[in-house]
Every structure is written in C-alpha cells, then in structure tokens.
C-alpha cells in the first residue's frame, strides 16, 4: 500500500482540528487554510481555548496529545442560536 | 453553568421516549432513562415523571446524521449525543446518535452514562473541565455499576435548583488533582518503562518522555479490573502486571486480563489471616515479589512460583528507616522507592538504607 506520509497525516490531523473547532469551539473558517498557520491566527487561538479547557500544554500548535484528546468520543454542544 | 442561567421554572418536569435504538431491548433503554433521571432527582428537588402522550419537557430520541435541528450528528464514534438547554419547544430534548453502539454494559457507549451526562445540559449545565466529573466532555469508561455522582455535578446543579430536601445529603467522590500534597496513593506499577500512580478511580500515567502526567481512568484502560486497588506490581520477564484487592488478584497482559483471574491470594500460600495486600513489588536481581502486610512482608519465589521459608519478616528490620505502613512501592534503577502515608523513601537496595525523603507527587512533575 502507499506509505501514508507525514504530510497526509498532518493533513488529516488538520481537518480533524478544523472540524473538531468548528463544531465545539466556534472555528470559522472561510474555506482558506493559510490562515491556520501563524501562531495569532483564529485556529491556534481555538486550538489554544481547548487546550486550556482539557488541562494540555497550551501551545495553541496541534501536538499529538492535543490530536489524541480531538479524537475521543464526546458530547456534541448543540447549535440553540440558530436553530432558534 | 450554561452562560444565561437557564433553568426550568418547576421542579416537576415530564420526559418523553419518543423512539429506540435497535442495539438495546426497550426495557432496558428505558431502565437507563429512568436510572440516569435519578442520578439528578436524588441531589436536588427536581422530580421526573414519564409521559407516553402528548409534549413533554424532556423529549428523548434516536437520530442520526442530519435530523433537523442544526447540530448533525457525524455517524460511529466522534459525537455520541447532544442535548438543548431548558426551554420552551427543543429546550431539553436530548438526542443521542445511533449510528454509535448504545449497550447497558460496556461493549459500546453505555446509554445509562451518557444520558445522565445529557440530562445535565437538559436541566441546565454546561461542561466541567473537572476530568472526573460527569459533565466532563469525553465520554469516560466510568463503571456504570458503581456509579456516584461526582462532587464537582452535585455542586453544579445545587446551585440551579438547590438541595435535595431528603434528610440524608449525599456527597460525590472528587477528583483528585495533581499536585495535591496530601495525596496517598493506593498502588503504584512500572510498565514497560512507565510509572502508573493509582487512587480511586484513577491513575496518572508518566511516561520518561512526557513532562507531565496524564490522568486516565482505570476503567478506560482496564474495564474489568475493580476500582479501588490497593496493590500492583510489574513482573518484567512475564510482561505481566498484577492487581490486588481484598483477596483477590487479577493478572493482566497489557490491556487483556488473563483467563481464569480473578484468583484468591490464598492460592499463592498466604495464611487466612492476610485479609489484603498493602503493596508489592518484583525484584529483578532476585525473581522474587516482595508483599507488604502492615508491618510485614513476605518474599515470593517467582520461579518456583512459593512463597519463600522463614517469612513475614518484620518490614522495619529488613528495610531500616521504613517503621510506617507501606501503602505502595516501585522499583527504578536499584532503588525501592516506598509511599507511606504522605512521605515516600528513596531505598537503596544495595546499601539497604533511606538515601532520600521525597513529596509523593515528585514523579508527577510537581
């Protein structure tokens, strides 16, 4: 099978973070994914309000442990405003 | 507390079963609705009573994907359920996902453990970043058996709906936390280069590389083993660790308990009057598992798989310096490290002396 390199698995760690932030931590992206990069952006910001929350390292950079936690079943946090 | 203080205007709420997963006999769906309720109603004055007809408070249902109320679900594992915070309408109503595996047990999400997690947003709460709480995110492989609310979810919906008004208040177990001086510890093991601390429920797990510890539960790595351990120890050659409680013990190969365990520990030659181990630990320059039994200790042959002749001895007379109870012990590069009490005794096993007093926690990063 084709090696899943380290650039699939950040890639796919990327897209867990995104939708994991969007879902729980209110991420809005506009479809662009540079702005993930720098340390001030929206994204590590999130990354680095869940981080707090769960008592991690708080880097705001998508470490494994950080990964690890994403990928834990949870309790969703329904969307009330909208819906309302 | 969810942000706006939601809360319901009465006590007396209605809840409503409006369908079933297929994965579970509607009894026993219903037994855990019921049970999970009750988790709520024995902590507070709020009653719960079940309609079949008509809109409830509580409406309660099996969905999947998208159904309707802006939150999707996103099929197997990720997220298990969602619930709306008190109000008119959807306010309440607790949706759990069936693309997951509800069971009443553990081999799947058990219904019981979540619904009483959504309940808690139903009436009113929101997340608790307290690891042992259940209103804590992740879904925790607590035991449902033996399942008390934690202190951190009684404190929460107390200060929503107020206090039970039976005689007896109950109270929850916490969480223990890190850095917290006063912690003993009921076991400690190394595994396979790790150190895991055990109390209650829990256990911090260190690794050499990791700076901090993780808290985990027992049950999310171990689902069979029993809380509340109060000995363990490593036995390197046969990549075994073995728990002890009470007159049990049980042998684990990595995460699988071994068949034919739980045994008694009588069937390793100790007398009836050993009721429980306080601490054990295997000696790799010897083969032999030392047992700690309050002032005592035995030594196990773990090739002959006895115990050794001429034992208990005396704990104090062998290992000078260590006169309290032990209630845990590990071994790292030649040394015994002893837990007692709120103190823990580096032992040099060669010089047969206490070289260092250290904090419990010192392993922990504190």
Sequence with gaps: ?84 | ITPGRPVWDNTDLTYRILNYTPDMAQADVDRAIEKAFKVWSDVTPLKFTRIYDGPSDIEIAFETGDHGDNSPFDGPDGLLAHAFQPGKGIGGDTHFDDDEKWSKGTNGYNLFLVAAHEFGHSLGLSHSDDPGALMFPNYSNDDPNTFHLPQDDINAIQDLYGPTTNAVKPTGPTTPTICDSKIIFDAIITLRGEIMFFTDRFFWRKHPQTPQAELNFIKSFWSSLPTGIEAAYENPETDQILFFKGSKYWALSGYEVLYGYPKSIYQLGFPKTVKKIDAAVYIEETQKTYFFVGDKYWSYDEERKVLDKDFPREIAEDFPGITQKVHAVFQKNGFLYFFSGQRQYEFSITSKKVMRLMKNNSWLGC
């Design chain 1, 1 to 84: 099978f084709p090696a899943v390199t380290e650039a699939n698995i950040m890639e796919r760690n990327m897209q867990l973070a995104e939708t994991y932030l969007k879902r729980y931590y209110d991420l809005e992206t506009d479809g662009k994914h540079f702005m993930r990069r720098t340390s001030s952006s929206p994204f590590s910001e999130k990354i680095r309000q869940m981080q707090e929350f769960f008592g991690l390292k708080v880097t705001g950079k998508l470490d494994s442990e950080t990964v690890r936690v994403m990928q834990q079943p949870r309790c969703g946090v329904p969307d009330v405003a909208s819906y309302s």
